[in-house]
Protein backbone atom coordinates (compact mmCIF):
# COMPACT_ATOMS: atom_id res chain seq x y z
CA UNK A 1 0.00 0.00 0.00
CA UNK A 2 1.21 3.69 -0.94
CA UNK A 3 0.35 6.07 1.89
CA UNK A 4 0.13 9.78 1.62
CA UNK A 5 1.54 9.89 -2.16
CA UNK A 6 2.76 13.42 -2.66
CA UNK A 7 3.34 14.59 0.92
CA UNK A 8 6.51 14.59 2.83
CA UNK A 9 5.67 11.70 4.83
CA UNK A 10 4.67 9.52 2.33
CA UNK A 11 5.01 5.49 2.86
CA UNK A 12 4.98 2.05 1.26
CA UNK A 13 4.06 -0.90 2.96
CA UNK A 14 3.63 -4.96 1.75
CA UNK A 15 2.11 -7.81 3.93
CA UNK A 16 4.23 -11.11 2.46
CA UNK A 17 3.35 -14.80 4.72
CA UNK A 18 1.58 -12.32 7.65
CA UNK A 19 4.69 -10.50 8.00
CA UNK A 20 4.05 -6.26 7.48
CA UNK A 21 6.83 -4.63 5.55
CA UNK A 22 6.74 -0.84 6.08
CA UNK A 23 9.33 2.21 4.42
CA UNK A 24 9.24 5.24 4.71
CA UNK A 25 9.85 6.68 1.26
CA UNK A 26 9.80 9.64 -1.02
CA UNK A 27 6.41 8.82 -3.46
CA UNK A 28 5.92 11.53 -5.45
CA UNK A 29 3.11 10.70 -8.14
CA UNK A 30 1.17 7.42 -8.94
CA UNK A 31 3.87 6.49 -11.80
CA UNK A 32 6.54 6.21 -8.65
CA UNK A 33 4.05 4.49 -6.76
CA UNK A 34 3.39 2.04 -9.37
CA UNK A 35 6.94 1.18 -9.72
CA UNK A 36 7.67 0.41 -6.15
CA UNK A 37 5.05 -1.81 -5.97
CA UNK A 38 6.09 -3.77 -8.94
CA UNK A 39 10.05 -3.55 -7.12
CA UNK A 40 8.62 -5.20 -3.77
CA UNK A 41 6.87 -7.68 -5.66
CA UNK A 42 10.09 -9.32 -7.25
CA UNK A 43 12.05 -8.28 -4.11
CA UNK A 44 9.63 -10.97 -1.96
CA UNK A 45 9.64 -13.50 -5.04
CA UNK A 46 6.02 -12.63 -5.65
CA UNK A 47 6.91 -12.65 -9.26
CA UNK A 48 9.42 -13.23 -11.22
CA UNK A 49 8.62 -10.86 -14.25
CA UNK A 50 5.62 -8.22 -13.92
CA UNK A 51 4.65 -9.71 -17.32
CA UNK A 52 3.51 -12.58 -15.02
CA UNK A 53 0.22 -9.75 -13.80
CA UNK A 54 -2.72 -10.74 -15.45
CA UNK A 55 -5.20 -8.33 -14.51
CA UNK A 56 -5.74 -5.64 -11.96
CA UNK A 57 -8.38 -4.43 -10.37
CA UNK A 58 -9.16 -0.76 -9.47
CA UNK A 59 -11.38 0.38 -6.54
CA UNK A 60 -13.26 3.59 -8.13
CA UNK A 61 -15.21 5.59 -5.56
CA UNK A 62 -17.61 7.36 -7.99
CA UNK A 63 -19.31 6.24 -10.32
CA UNK A 64 -22.61 7.67 -10.93
CA UNK A 65 -25.21 6.65 -13.29
CA UNK A 66 -22.48 6.06 -15.79
CA UNK A 67 -21.54 2.89 -14.73
CA UNK A 68 -24.29 -0.25 -14.40
CA UNK A 69 -21.55 -2.95 -13.71
CA UNK A 70 -18.10 -3.40 -13.36
CA UNK A 71 -15.70 -2.55 -16.14
CA UNK A 72 -13.10 -3.12 -18.65
CA UNK A 73 -10.88 -0.33 -18.37
CA UNK A 74 -10.06 1.55 -21.92
CA UNK A 75 -9.29 4.85 -22.99
CA UNK A 76 -12.93 6.06 -22.60
CA UNK A 77 -14.11 4.22 -19.92
CA UNK A 78 -10.58 5.73 -18.41
CA UNK A 79 -12.10 9.53 -19.36
CA UNK A 80 -15.40 8.86 -17.34
CA UNK A 81 -13.93 7.79 -14.73
CA UNK A 82 -12.28 11.48 -14.50
CA UNK A 83 -14.91 13.05 -15.29
CA UNK A 84 -16.64 11.64 -12.59
CA UNK A 85 -14.36 13.26 -10.16
CA UNK A 86 -17.10 16.05 -9.70
CA UNK A 87 -18.79 13.56 -7.54
CA UNK A 88 -16.04 12.21 -5.72
CA UNK A 89 -12.96 15.18 -5.87
CA UNK A 90 -10.37 13.43 -3.95
CA UNK A 91 -10.45 10.38 -4.94
CA UNK A 92 -11.89 9.63 -9.22
CA UNK A 93 -8.79 11.66 -10.78
CA UNK A 94 -6.45 10.07 -8.24
CA UNK A 95 -7.87 6.74 -9.08
CA UNK A 96 -7.79 7.59 -12.82
CA UNK A 97 -3.78 8.48 -12.85
CA UNK A 98 -3.04 4.91 -10.70
CA UNK A 99 -5.05 3.44 -13.84
CA UNK A 100 -3.01 5.57 -16.72
CA UNK A 101 0.08 4.51 -14.23
CA UNK A 102 -0.48 0.57 -14.33
CA UNK A 103 -1.50 0.99 -18.68
CA UNK A 104 2.03 2.60 -19.04
CA UNK A 105 4.14 -0.43 -16.80
CA UNK A 106 1.70 -3.60 -17.83
CA UNK A 107 0.25 -2.80 -21.17
CA UNK A 108 -0.90 -6.27 -21.85
CA UNK A 109 -2.68 -6.75 -18.37
CA UNK A 110 -6.25 -6.10 -18.18
CA UNK A 111 -7.67 -3.11 -15.82
CA UNK A 112 -11.13 -3.80 -14.42
CA UNK A 113 -12.57 -1.25 -12.40
CA UNK A 114 -14.92 -1.75 -9.91
CA UNK A 115 -17.42 1.11 -8.45
CA UNK A 116 -18.45 1.61 -4.62
CA UNK A 117 -21.37 3.46 -6.08
CA UNK A 118 -22.43 0.43 -7.85
CA UNK A 119 -24.14 -2.07 -5.36
CA UNK A 120 -26.47 1.18 -4.38
CA UNK A 121 -27.86 1.26 -7.64
CA UNK A 122 -30.63 -0.74 -6.27
CA UNK A 123 -31.88 2.04 -4.31
CA UNK A 124 -35.82 3.59 -5.32
CA UNK A 125 -35.63 6.89 -5.97
CA UNK A 126 -37.79 7.27 -3.02
CA UNK A 127 -34.40 7.05 -0.99
CA UNK A 128 -31.91 8.89 -3.39
CA UNK A 129 -33.90 11.89 -4.40
CA UNK A 130 -33.03 15.02 -2.09
CA UNK A 131 -36.06 17.53 -1.42
CA UNK A 132 -35.07 19.76 -3.88
CA UNK A 133 -36.44 20.84 -7.80
CA UNK A 134 -36.79 17.80 -9.59
CA UNK A 135 -34.43 19.59 -12.42
CA UNK A 136 -31.33 19.48 -9.97
CA UNK A 137 -31.46 15.57 -10.55
CA UNK A 138 -32.31 15.66 -14.36
CA UNK A 139 -29.53 18.10 -15.01
CA UNK A 140 -27.08 17.65 -12.69
CA UNK A 141 -27.10 14.23 -11.11
CA UNK A 142 -27.77 15.87 -7.96
CA UNK A 143 -28.71 12.22 -5.62
CA UNK A 144 -27.68 10.14 -3.57
CA UNK A 145 -24.87 7.86 -4.64
CA UNK A 146 -23.39 6.33 -1.49
CA UNK A 147 -19.94 4.67 -1.31
CA UNK A 148 -18.21 1.87 0.34
CA UNK A 149 -20.57 -0.35 -2.03
CA UNK A 150 -18.02 -2.64 -2.57
CA UNK A 151 -17.41 -3.44 1.07
CA UNK A 152 -21.08 -3.91 2.29
CA UNK A 153 -21.78 -6.19 -0.76
CA UNK A 154 -19.25 -8.70 0.07
CA UNK A 155 -19.75 -8.53 4.34
CA UNK A 156 -23.82 -9.10 3.07
CA UNK A 157 -22.73 -12.21 0.98
CA UNK A 158 -19.99 -13.39 4.13
CA UNK A 159 -23.41 -12.48 6.22
CA UNK A 160 -25.72 -14.85 4.44
CA UNK A 161 -22.51 -17.48 4.01
CA UNK A 162 -21.83 -17.48 7.68
CA UNK A 163 -25.90 -17.44 9.37
CA UNK A 164 -26.64 -20.55 6.56
CA UNK A 165 -29.42 -18.28 4.76
CA UNK A 166 -30.04 -17.37 1.79
CA UNK A 167 -29.23 -13.54 0.85
CA UNK A 168 -32.26 -13.21 -0.46
CA UNK A 169 -34.27 -14.09 2.76
CA UNK A 170 -32.58 -11.85 4.72
CA UNK A 171 -32.71 -8.19 6.12
CA UNK A 172 -29.33 -6.92 7.28
CA UNK A 173 -27.79 -3.41 8.46
CA UNK A 174 -24.18 -3.44 7.76
CA UNK A 175 -21.60 -0.78 9.63
CA UNK A 176 -18.45 0.14 7.57
CA UNK A 177 -16.33 0.96 10.08
CA UNK A 178 -12.79 3.30 9.20
CA UNK A 179 -12.14 6.62 8.74
CA UNK A 180 -14.60 6.65 6.29
CA UNK A 181 -18.05 5.74 7.60
CA UNK A 182 -21.31 4.46 6.39
CA UNK A 183 -24.33 2.32 7.47
CA UNK A 184 -26.50 0.65 4.52
CA UNK A 185 -29.66 -1.31 5.31
CA UNK A 186 -29.72 -4.28 2.67
CA UNK A 187 -32.83 -5.82 1.95
CA UNK A 188 -33.02 -9.20 -0.34
CA UNK A 189 -29.01 -8.60 -1.10
CA UNK A 190 -30.07 -5.24 -2.35
CA UNK A 191 -29.00 -1.99 -0.95
CA UNK A 192 -32.36 -0.40 0.16
CA UNK A 193 -30.66 2.35 1.78
CA UNK A 194 -27.36 3.60 2.94
CA UNK A 195 -26.17 6.78 4.98
CA UNK A 196 -23.39 8.32 2.46
CA UNK A 197 -25.22 10.33 0.34
CA UNK A 198 -24.14 13.10 -3.19
CA UNK A 199 -20.61 12.15 -1.83
CA UNK A 200 -19.25 10.39 0.92
CA UNK A 201 -19.65 13.11 3.47
CA UNK A 202 -22.76 12.99 4.56
CA UNK A 203 -24.70 11.67 7.27
CA UNK A 204 -22.74 10.21 10.24
CA UNK A 205 -19.08 11.57 12.24
CA UNK A 206 -16.35 9.99 11.22
CA UNK A 207 -12.47 10.31 11.64
CA UNK A 208 -11.86 12.25 8.20
CA UNK A 209 -15.35 13.67 7.91
CA UNK A 210 -17.68 15.90 9.87
CA UNK A 211 -20.83 14.25 8.41
CA UNK A 212 -24.15 15.86 8.39
CA UNK A 213 -24.17 19.62 9.44
CA UNK A 214 -26.90 22.17 9.61
CA UNK A 215 -26.80 24.16 6.73
CA UNK A 216 -27.75 27.27 8.36
CA UNK A 217 -24.22 26.63 10.92
CA UNK A 218 -21.92 27.90 7.90
CA UNK A 219 -23.26 31.16 7.42
CA UNK A 220 -23.74 31.10 11.19
CA UNK A 221 -20.24 30.73 11.33
CA UNK A 222 -19.20 33.27 9.42
CA UNK A 223 -21.14 35.79 10.38
CA UNK A 224 -19.13 35.49 13.88
CA UNK A 225 -15.70 35.72 12.58
CA UNK A 226 -16.64 38.64 10.18
CA UNK A 227 -17.86 40.26 12.98
CA UNK A 228 -14.76 39.32 15.00
CA UNK A 229 -12.28 40.64 12.21
CA UNK A 230 -14.05 43.61 12.13
CA UNK A 231 -13.49 44.02 15.89
CA UNK A 232 -10.10 44.19 15.63
Not at 6 to 19: A, C, H, Q, W, Y
Not at 137 to 166: C, F, M, P, T, W
Not at 215 to 225: A, E, N, T, V
Amino acid sequence: MADRVGLDDSSFTIKVNGEKHQEKIAIPNSETAVTILLKKLKKYNLIDDPKEIIGIGHRIVAGGEEFKDSALVDQETLQKIYDLKQYAPLHNAVEADVIKAFMKFLPDAAEVAVFDTLFHQSLDPVHYLYSLPYKYYEKYGARKYGAHGISVRYISQKAAQILNRDIKDLKLIVCHLGSGASITAVKNGKSYDTSMGFTPVAEITMSSRSGDVDPSLLPFIMKKYEKRRHQH
